[in-house]
């Protein structure tokens, strides 16, 4: 990004022993300018009080990646892969944030490019919401999904809703159910020395 782009030709003193005294000449100038002193002068000028490395950089962090990408840029990348900062809650709209969104469009761009076996949808999801997550496939052209651990309202809501299921065309979502607190779901966890089944028992809920 330093690199000297302007070459001082006033610099050299003997261009017979060059071998080349193109190389002496910036490569932005058409040979037939190179010895226009005009020329010259306009580029040592843009050379020495136009430096774009701070301006490229910038463009590059605001805007090209998407790691540090902001704002609208962010949406930009969202066109690009196909998803919306918008989502739809309890008939809502909810507009999600730089890091959600983020983490969405690393999702969707992994899902654009992904197979879709119940391995890699199992590994996406659990990567989006961070808990261990599971497609069932019932054999019958439909799955459901069953997710332990707790999540947020704004991550059922994309799981169920927001299409970024890398399923096969044809087939179906029956179901998402979820198990909160998959540790304390069976046997005799809190309940005091009671039988069997007494405890916490299948707190799960479908969505």
């Given at each position: 990004?330093?690199?000297v782009?302007?070459?001082d030709?006033?610099?050299?003193d003997s261009?017979?022993?060059?071998?080349?005294?193109?190389?002496?000449?910036?490569t932005?100038?058409?040979?037939?300018?190179?010895?226009?002193?005009?020329?010259?002068?306009i580029?040592?000028?843009?050379?020495d009080?136009?430096?774009a490395?701070?301006?490229?950089?910038?463009a590059?962090?605001?805007?090209?990646?998407?790691?540090t990408?902001k704002?609208?840029?962010?949406?930009?990348?969202?066109k690009?892969?196909?998803?919306?900062?918008y989502?739809?809650?309890?008939g809502?709209?909810?507009r999600?944030?730089?890091?959600?969104?983020r983490?969405?469009?690393?999702?969707?761009?992994?899902?654009?490019?992904?197979n879709?076996?119940?391995?890699?949808?199992?590994?996406?999801?659990?990567?989006?919401?961070?808990?261990n997550?599971?497609?069932?496939?019932?054999l019958?052209?439909?799955?459901?999904?069953?997710?332990?651990?707790?999540?947020?309202?704004?991550?059922?809501?994309?799981?169920?809703e927001?299409g970024l299921?890398?399923?096969?065309?044809?087939?179906?979502?029956?179901?998402?159910?979820i198990?909160?607190?998959?540790e304390?779901?069976?046997?005799?966890f809190?309940?005091?020395?009671?039988?069997?089944n007494?405890?916490?028992?299948?707190t799960?809920?479908?969505v």
């Amino acid at each position: 990004m330093n690199e000297v782009t302007w070459l001082d030709i006033f610099s050299v003193d003997s261009f017979r022993e060059i071998p080349n005294v193109r190389d002496n000449v910036s490569t932005a100038l058409q040979s037939q300018y190179s010895h226009s002193l005009i020329y010259r002068g306009i580029n040592k000028a843009i050379h020495d009080n136009v430096d774009a490395c701070t301006d490229i950089d910038n463009a590059f962090t605001e805007v090209a990646n998407p790691e540090t990408a902001k704002g609208v840029f962010l949406d930009w990348w969202g066109k690009r892969v196909g998803v919306s900062r918008y989502v739809t809650i309890n008939g809502s709209k909810v507009r999600l944030d730089d890091d959600y969104f983020r983490f969405l469009l690393y999702y969707r761009a992994l899902s654009n490019i992904s197979n879709t076996t119940a391995f890699t949808i199992n590994k996406l999801l659990s990567l989006l919401t961070g808990v261990n997550i599971y497609a069932v496939d019932r054999l019958n052209m439909s799955f459901d999904i069953y997710i332990y651990g707790a999540i947020s309202d704004l991550m059922r809501t994309i799981i169920k809703e927001y299409g970024l299921l890398n399923r096969p065309a044809g087939v179906m979502l029956n179901s998402i159910r979820i198990f909160p607190e998959p540790e304390n779901q069976l046997g005799f966890f809190g309940s005091g020395l009671q039988p069997f089944n007494q405890a916490p028992f299948n707190t799960s809920y479908e969505v």
